[in-house]
Every structure is written in C-alpha cells, then in structure tokens.
C-alpha cells in the first residue's frame, strides 16, 4: 500500500504519509511514533526506509513484536498489532528541527490517537522527538526503554526505543522489557 497523503496549508500543500491505524475502537498494542517523515519514505510511500527505520523493523522482528511477511515492513503493522505514526508530519530536512508549535500539534493528535486506540505502550524513535512532545507536559529526564515518570499520556506507557549511541546491553535490556510488557 503507498501512505502518500496531500495536506493542504495556506500557501500550498505537501505530501507526507497518513497514519497507519486500524478502524477506530480497535485496540493496538504499539503506537512508533517517529519525529518527521524522512524523504526515503516519502518517495517509497513507506514509513521508515531510512537505514535506521529498516533497523527498527528488522529491531521489532527479532524481539518478536512484529512479523514481517510483506514487500515493505510497514505492511506487516496492522497485523502485529502496530499503528504508526510521526509527531510532526509534515517533512523537514535534515538539520530543520520541527517549531514548539508543531511539537504541540503532533503532542494533540497523539492524545487523540491513545483515546481511540488504547495502545498498551507509546514508542518513540528519536529522543528528540520525544522530549519535543514533552515540553508540553513539562521537562524530565528521559532514558532508552520504558520511561514510567512521564505521565503527560495518561495510563499509556512510553518507552524510547534504543538509539545509535545506546549501548547493545541497555538496548537488549530495554527491548526485551517491551516485548515482556506487550508479550
């Protein structure tokens, strides 16, 4: 399936993927919350074709949270229980860092997302992303794996999936924690 979605803005329109989530009312057990589109996906129509995002499926695969029997990873979401997600999404070049204003959009649609889909655990990819979101509900520290201090998104979990500088004992520690929490 191609996510290539047109939003209109005053001054034009851009192109982005939609959100991959199943009928409303139907619960998700993850909810990958990336920070902006990145062109690889944009021009594939595919959430996470960056190297890194193919780490990440390849990650949720070998932990047993995914399974991957599709042409693109994305694919496979819905029927892992996965919905899929950007904090901001319209798409920003590297180095273009998203405004406060779009972290507390993209904050708004996420509580809106939790509230139609229950999903038992948040996961963000970039630790950027998710201390962007946060400056709505206040600063705190955040760590690689579950981060239970922050409660800015109710009842649902959030965890930092591991990145490039985590260590390869703090990302084992920290996935098979994820996977012991959503089984």
């Known amino acids: 399936m191609d996510y290539r979605i047109n939003i209109p803005e005053a001054d034009g329109s851009y192109v982005t993927l939609a959100d991959i989530l199943p009928p409303v009312g139907r619960q998700i057990k ?3 919350i990336g920070k902006t589109p990145m062109p690889d996906s944009i ?42 997600t950007h904090v901001v999404k319209k798409p920003h070049q590297g ?24 999903p038992e655990a948040i996961v ?4 950027d992303a998710l201390r962007g ?9 955040t760590k690689v794996g579950f981060n239970p201090e922050i409660d800015c998104f109710g009842p649902t979990k959030v965890f930092l999936f591991p990145q490039v500088k985590t260590s390869k004992d ?4 920290a996935m098979l924690a994820l996977k012991d929490y959503v089984g």
Request: hydrophobic share 30%; proline share 3%.
């Open 30 to 32: 993850l909810l990958v």
């Open 43 to 84: 021009a594939s129509g595919h959430y996470f074709q960056s190297p890194r995002g193919k780490q990440v499926f390849e990650t949720l695969q070998k932990y047993d949270l995914m399974h991957i029997n599709t042409l693109f990873e994305d694919d496979s979401l819905l029927n892992s229980g996965i919905g899929a």
């Open 95 to 118: 180095g273009d860092e998203p405004t406060d204003a779009e972290y507390y959009e993209g904050k708004e649609r996420i509580d809106r997302i939790i509230k139609d889909y229950r």
């Open 124 to 127: 963000f990819l970039q630790e």
């Open 133 to 141: 979101v946060m400056k709505r509900c206040g600063e705190m520290p």
């Open 170 to 173: 703090e990302a084992e520690k």
